[in-house]
């Protein structure tokens, strides 16, 4: 069965830093990658998702994220943060086949944003 | 855009009583939903996929006679705690998916604002 890890729970960057959220996941072939965003009282947001074609993919929000197949990694990065990016931030992976639909995430990462 | 709503946003209840959630597409036909259950500080956990007009199929571990769900139409679907304890008080969300056109497969699920359960 597919996993996803999020090795940091919780991240502090200061406003204008940039921000790099890392995503190591487990699947015997190429799953369909996701990165979505959840703020308090509202649902999830798909931020980026990747299925096949150049590994470098870009988002919303100024949110860009790399697939790297010899890491098992898809890194959620943005050059410069602002306040309003503060939340919890989930990757997530489906493994297509019978999984087809069904997301398994990762554990979150909750960022903070200091001004 | 595709939006998901869910109702009620919030609800106490006494254990032993039954609770019904209400998972709708807005502006869309969703085929397929998806219930997933998130405890505080953790990640969302699927409990079930619920396609239009056929039984529901759950994850392993869940119980699908405490967990009814409905897929009536192609726009609601309804999750019913029956007998709530308070273990079974967390975070229920709901995703739903629109099929692609020409066989080609949907790419994006589309994440309901969440049910808050409390049951004392």
């Known amino acids: 069965a597919q996993s996803v890890t999020q090795p940091d729970i919780h991240i502090t960057v200061s406003e204008g830093a940039s921000l790099e959220l890392r995503c190591n996941y487990s699947?015997?072939?190429?799953?369909?990658l996701f990165w979505y965003v959840q703020s308090p009282g509202q649902g999830l947001q798909l931020l980026l998702k990747y299925f096949s074609g150049d590994t470098l993919v870009q988002g919303i929000k100024g949110f860009e994220a790399e697939f790297k197949r010899s890491q098992s990694s898809f890194n959620l990065r943005k050059p410069s943060v602002h306040w309003s990016d503060a939340a919890e931030y989930f990757c997530?992976?489906?493994?297509?086949?019978?999984?087809?639909?069904?997301?398994?995430f990762g554990q979150g990462t909750i960022l903070t944003v200091h001004p | 855009g595709a939006v998901v709503s869910q109702h009620p946003s919030r609800v106490i209840c006494k254990s032993g009583t039954s609770v019904k959630i209400e998972c709708r597409s807005l502006d869309f036909q969703a085929t397929t939903m998806f219930w997933y259950r998130q405890f505080p500080k953790q990640s969302l956990m699927l409990m079930a996929t619920?396609?239009?007009?056929?039984?529901?199929?759950?994850e392993q571990g869940v119980e699908k006679d405490k967990f009814l769900i409905n897929h009536a139409s192609l726009t609601l679907s309804t999750l019913t705690v029956t007998s709530a304890h308070p273990e079974d008080s967390s975070f229920y969300i709901c995703s739903a998916r629109v099929l692609g056109r020409g066989g080609v497969r949907a790419d994006t699920q589309y994440f309901g604002p969440g049910t808050r359960l409390t049951v004392l």
């Open positions: 699947y015997g072939a190429t799953p369909y």
């Open positions: 619920s396609n239009e007009g056929s039984k529901a199929t759950y």
């Open positions: 997530a992976v489906e493994a297509g086949g019978t999984s087809y639909g069904k997301l398994t």
